[in-house]
């Protein structure tokens, strides 16, 4: 996992993140459309949602096999949990399908918040669970660039 913010890239980031997300700052606005959104076709591309919050006893835990996340919060505020063990045996594993397995906690969860303009960078096999409410439930627009990498 890395966590950063958009707007104060760090120098020793992979350039294949930093090209990433140096395209999702050009080319997303308030305005662009919800859903997918290719750069290189299936091997790149990214997701944009607006989805609400729930309390964190409510949100599942996911991990992917194929494909790394770059999660940006665009507006509002997100809590994540990442967990610092592999995952366990999926409740629920369409890994094959659609590259998503579900757990309904991670082991040893940690939980931080995202503002406007963080990102996180969870790779294949790293457990976390987004869209936790920080206080109230509210609404988050995210950008989850999703990019090949086994």
């Not at 140096?22 to 997701?47: M, R, S, W």
């Not at 969870?122 to 990498?149: I, N, S």
Request: with cysteine; aromatic share 8%; net charge negative.
């Amino acid at each position: 996992m890395i966590a950063g913010n958009i707007h104060h890239l760090q120098p020793w980031l992979d350039a294949r993140l930093r090209d990433a997300i140096e395209y999702v700052k050009q080319h997303v606005t308030p305005d662009t459309p919800l859903g997918k959104h290719d750069i290189d076709g299936n091997a790149l591309f990214f997701l944009v949602s607006e989805d609400s919050t729930q309390p964190i006893a409510e949100r599942r835990a996911e991990y992917h096999a194929r494909y790394l996340d770059i999660q940006i919060v665009m507006r509002g505020t997100e809590g994540m949990t990442f967990s610092t063990l592999p995952a366990g045996t999926p409740d629920t594993d369409w890994l094959a399908d659609k590259d998503i397995a579900f757990l309904p906690s991670g082991e040893r969860e940690t939980t931080f918040v995202m503002q406007e303009g963080d990102f996180v960078v969870f790779w294949p096999g790293e457990v976390h669970k987004p869209l936790c409410a920080v206080g109230q439930p509210a609404t988050v627009r995210k950008v989850v660039v999703k990019m090949l990498v086994a």
